[in-house]
């Protein structure tokens, strides 16, 4: 059985972790822990860290268990946070649980007939109907303020900038989350949670509520991975346009595939560790020949490829290549048909675009690509460009300048794409 903490420490997964940790690890099959927010109805790259530990835990023979926080989704988390978070109805956090199980399954095995098969809970199951009294008799009574003031997230939120404070909402979110430590000790048999290093305090704090309900005999532990960043220190995961999501709808595979084939040789260095399942000696092996020659972004294409299948599927990453490689002259009209609409927008984001009325199709190509939108500034440049092979009409060269372009040329009913030399692209969208 593979060394859970040695994994984590090569990959540079591993933060902190309490006294004794990595002994229990060695010494039994543990049950660990790592809480998840359903906020949204998809993960995001933000929360791979998270999972990917959960993915080695599982293959260093213990048993993962993602708990997906229903209940503590409704109030919101003050750790890292400078403002309180809306709070979600039943319907739309059921919801948001079943889109991120099904997610996680591509990460986790729930299927498994071995004592460690994934499992997921929701802490709403059991503080839907955990009255307030029972919660300050049963929990509250067991740690102090003092204690919980301590906290370094508490005292970011009471010293910060936030006019709004730490409601009182917020500031029990520490105790609700010890709880589903103390709850899931007692049920599943969790001895360690796993989770963000922002998380730290939440996370002793569960341990020390299970040290005085139950007592000093009964021992949980906490093991956090570092907060991911990219190498300019720039928070990781965002981009200009925002997240970069699991759920192909909100982030298509190929503006997924594209996210990790852009990243700089640094951060492909640490991140394939992070985010893939590939072995040390191969991960090794790759850096190497990625030295070599830099140019050819080995790192980064495997690490693409890698996450790409992981999240999505080998058919994803294979569209997500050939929608690639339409940028770069190496398709064909076929495969522009191929993709669906959002891919056919992602790839050809920040080419020139014109919008043209469906009656001013059935014109002459020099009519439309020149009167109707401008891609040449004039006809005698486009029979030119005509004439010596440089014009394309949906990744076909166009050898007739008078060749009528009708709606039978569109893709998708909507799109026509102009190609002017090897490199410049122009999209007429058809309203």
Not at 155 to 164: C, E, H, K, S, V
Not at 287 to 308: C, F, N, S, Y
Request: with cysteine; hydrophobic share 35%; proline share 3%.
């Amino acid at each position: 059985m593979k060394n859970f903490v040695e994994e984590l420490k090569w990959r540079g997964m591993l933060a902190q972790m309490m006294p004794g940790t990595e002994e229990l690890l060695q010494k039994e099959m543990v049950t660990a822990y790592l809480g998840t927010d359903p906020t949204a109805d998809s993960l995001h790259i933000g929360h791979l860290c998270g999972i990917m530990m959960l993915r080695h835990l599982q293959h260093c023979g213990h048993r993962p268990v993602i708990l997906v926080g229903g209940a503590t989704g409704m109030i919101g988390d003050p750790s890292g946070k400078s403002q309180e978070r809306n709070l979600l109805n039943n319907e739309t956090l059921y919801h948001n649980q079943e889109c991120i199980k099904k997610q996680v399954a591509k990460f986790l095995d729930f299927e498994s007939k071995e004592p460690n098969a994934a499992l997921m809970v929701n802490n709403y199951d059991w503080m839907k109907d955990f009255t307030f009294l029972d919660f300050a008799r049963e929990v509250g009574k067991h740690i102090t303020v003092n204690y919980m003031m301590a906290k370094e997230s508490v005292q970011q939120r009471l010293n910060g900038t936030a006019r709004d404070g730490l409601s009182f909402t917020e500031f029990t979110y520490q105790l609700l989350q010890g709880y589903d430590f103390l709850y899931l000790y007692q049920h599943y048999g969790v001895k360690l949670q796993l989770g963000g290093n922002d998380q730290w305090g939440n996370m002793t704090t569960g341990t020390e509520l299970i040290r005085r309900t139950l007592g000093n005999e009964v021992e949980t532990f906490a093991l956090t991975c570092p907060l991911i960043t990219k190498s300019d220190g720039k928070k990781f995961g965002k981009t200009e346009s925002g997240n970069i999501w699991l759920d192909p709808v909100r982030t298509t595979p190929y503006k997924f595939y594209q996210f990790w084939l852009n990243v700089s040789d640094d951060d492909a260095e640490r991140y394939i560790k992070i985010f893939t399942s590939l072995e040390k000696d191969v991960i090794d092996a790759l850096i190497e020949e990625h030295k070599q020659d830099p140019g050819r972004r080995v790192l980064q294409k495997r690490l693409a490829e890698e996450v790409t299948v992981l999240v999505h599927s080998k058919e994803a990453l294979d569209t997500a290549i050939e929608a690639s490689n339409i940028l770069f002259g190496k398709s064909t009209k076929e495969g522009l048909e191929k993709l669906d609409e959002q891919t056919l927008l992602d790839v050809f984001d920040g080419v020139p675009q014109f919008e043209i009325s469906k009656d001013q199709l059935g014109q002459p190509a020099i009519e439309l690509l020149t009167t109707v939108a401008p891609v040449f500034p004039s006809k005698g440049e486009m029979r030119k460009m005509v004439q010596g092979g440089g014009v394309s009409l949906n990744k076909e060269k166009i050898t007739d300048q008078n060749r009528a372009i009708t709606a039978e040329d569109l893709i998708d009913g909507k799109y026509l794409l102009a190609q002017k030399g090897k490199k410049n692209y122009y999209l007429l969208i058809v309203k």
